[in-house]
């Protein structure tokens, strides 16, 4: 891990093209400005790793889980599915793991 100290109004470089500056610095915190091509990801760590447990968390989910989650939902937030649709998405879930 490479540790640098910055004052406010100052920068460093990351990589081609990815600019970070600090644009204000407290005790307990410190307010970032980042440039970066949009190509560039910029995520939370913290949102990240809540990203991860999610999927993890719905890919052991039992297949009965979920139907009872989704008809708990308001039926206009599920959109209907044609019965083609449907039957494809459940031979789907039934593929994986």
Known sequence: ???LWRRSGQSL?????VE???LDARPN??????????????VR???????EENLAA?????H???????????SRSVPELSNQE?????TDVAKKP
């Open 58 to 62: 719905a890919l052991s989910a039992d």
């Open 29 to 42: 915190r410190v307010k970032l400005g980042i440039v970066a091509p949009k190509s560039v990801s910029i």
């Open 20 to 22: 970070i500056e600090v």
């Open 86 to 90: 449907a039957q494809r998405q459940k």
């Open 45 to 51: 760590g913290e949102s990240r790793i809540t990203r």
């Open 13 to 17: 470089i990351v990589g081609d093209g």
């Open 64 to 74: 009965s889980v979920i139907e009872t989650l989704l008809r708990g939902l308001p």
């Open 1 to 3: 891990m490479l540790i």
